[in-house]
Every structure is written in C-alpha cells, then in structure tokens.
C-alpha cells in the first residue's frame, strides 16, 4: 500500500472525499484535487484496484495521450498535505468510491490513519438539494463524538438510511477512538451532473473554519462566479426554471442560516478538544 514510509506529520487531518453516490457536481472531489494542487502534495500510498472495483461499474478509461493510447484505472490515492504555517498537518484520502470489500477497506484507513498519527478524520460529501445556484450554499457538518461536535458547533447524526464508504468510515474511526467529523454541502440538484466550484469553496471555507487550516478558498471566488453566470445563461428564457429558481431563492432567503462562530474560535476550541483527550493533566475534574 505505502508507495514510502509515512513521513513524521504534526496531528494531522485526515480528509476523505471520494467520486460517486456522495459526491455531486464533484464538490468533495474537487475540493481535495484543489489543496493538493494548490499545496505540495507527497504522494504516500495506492490502494490495489483490483481488490476494490467492480470494473464492470467502475470502467477503466481510454486516454491518448502523447499519439499513445493508455488506461487509467479507477484508483484510490492517499497523500500528505503539510501546513508549515500551522500547528498541523493534513492527509487527503480522495479516489473513486469503492464497489467491494468496504469492510477491509476501512480496516485500511484506519491503519493508515494509526501509521500517519492523525488526530482528526472528516468525511466530504456533496447531495443533490432543493437550492437554488444564485444563494451561497450551505453546509451541514455532524459528529457523533458528542465533545467534538459541542466543540465546534456540529450536529449530532440523525440520518437513517442506505449508505457510502463514507457513513461506514465514521462508524469505525469512531469505534477506533479517532474523533470522526462530516461535512456535506447541498447542490441544486438542476445542475448537478457538471462540476461545482461553488460547492467545493462552501465545503473548504467550513473545513477551514473548523480546523484552522488556511484552505485558500476565496481564491475559488472567481470560477464559483463564473459557474453561476454560466447557469443563468443555460437557463435564460426558460421560464418555468426561474419561477423554479425564484421559489427556492425565497425559501433560501428565509432560512439563512445563522451567524456561525469565528474561524478562530473554532480553531482554538479544535485544539482545546484534542489536547484535552491526549493530555489527561489538562481533562477537567470528574
């Protein structure tokens, strides 16, 4: 699995977003191909596809490149993210979603998560909802850690239901003892076969703002921009899809969300979190 040895990481995060059910207008994907491109990324590790894909579902794809025809397999890739501004680093899990074998699969990242140290694992998502492309988009984040989502303002989960590798990763960190997180934001589902730049800024900005960790998400800004212009104009003299989009404007405008804590106090209450489960000195008295 490691392509090289786990490199020494300061607590990370590690981060998981993976192309499939949980992942429309490849919000989640996108946000993840982003940092790594936009930091220096260490590759660390594949996971073999052939233990995980169905490659019926899951078809290899025929590229040309350079006169020559080559094959990329659908693959899973694990890399190191470091922030040497910050007090921690980062682990990006992000590939295509698994169609076999979950249950060693999640053994998998959970031994990778042991041999890297991560202090933190967050699940991305992305789910096709009744909102409309013209309001910033919203993101829900859970915790089933009862602490962890006290500390920095998350719900408790109440879905019931099917669910991706995702759901079946924070049952098992939980019962590892590694603090489990998820954050999941909400895409009109008109427009949600095509990549979503205002997805992932929404989901980078509330992953900063809970970690404290410098995302660069308001340099997404201007291709979230540039995707919404583009949507309008798909729409322009469809009049059924604006009234549509008018309705769920006014719905969106009535339900703004309410003023979240500061980036920093969510930080600061991250970092009081975890010191306090390491550092049994600094645990409150019973």
């Not at 009862?146 to 109440?158: I, Q, T, V, Y």
């Not at 009109?188 to 800024?201: A, D, E, I, Q």
Request: glycine fraction near 8%; charged fraction near 25%.
């Amino acid at each position: 699995m490691w392509e090289s040895p786990p490199p020494a990481l300061r607590s990370p995060v590690m981060v998981t977003a993976f192309r499939g059910w949980f992942d429309a207008g490849s919000s989640a994907t996108g946000a993840l191909e982003w940092l790594s491109e936009r930091g220096q990324a260490v590759p660390l590790a594949r996971v073999d596809p052939e233990e995980l894909f169905n490659f019926g579902e899951q078809r290899p794809q025929a590229r040309v490149v350079g006169g020559r025809r080559q094959i990329a397999w659908p693959d899973i890739g694990v890399q190191a993210l470091p922030f040497p501004d910050a007090g921690r680093d980062m682990v990006t899990v992000t590939g295509a979603e698994p169609n076999l074998r979950w249950g060693a699969f999640v053994e998998a990242m959970v031994e990778a998560a042991e041999a890297v140290g991560a202090a933190l694992m967050v699940t991305m998502g992305a789910q096709m909802a009744e909102v409309p492309h013209t309001r910033p988009l919203t993101v829900t984040g859970s915790s089933s850690d009862p602490e962890l989502a006290a500390a920095l303002g998350l719900s408790r989960p109440s879905y019931q239901g099917p669910t991706g590798v995702a759901g079946a990763l924070q049952d098992r960190f939980a019962r590892a003892g590694v603090p489990a997180a998820s954050l999941r934001v909400s895409v009109p589902h008109y427009v949600s076969g095509t990549p979503n730049p205002k997805g992932s800024r929404a989901l980078l900005e509330r992953f900063e703002r809970v970690t404290g960790l410098d995302t660069g998400w308001a340099e997404l800004d201007e291709p979230a921009r540039q995707w919404e212009e583009q949507v309008d104009q798909a729409m322009a003299g469809e009049e059924d899809v604006e009234k549509y989009v008018r309705r769920l404007e006014s719905r969106a405008d009535e339900r703004a969300a309410r003023q979240m804590p500061s980036p920093d106090d969510l930080a600061a209450e991250l970092e009081r979190y975890l010191r306090n489960r390491t550092d049994p000195g600094e645990r409150p008295p019973d």
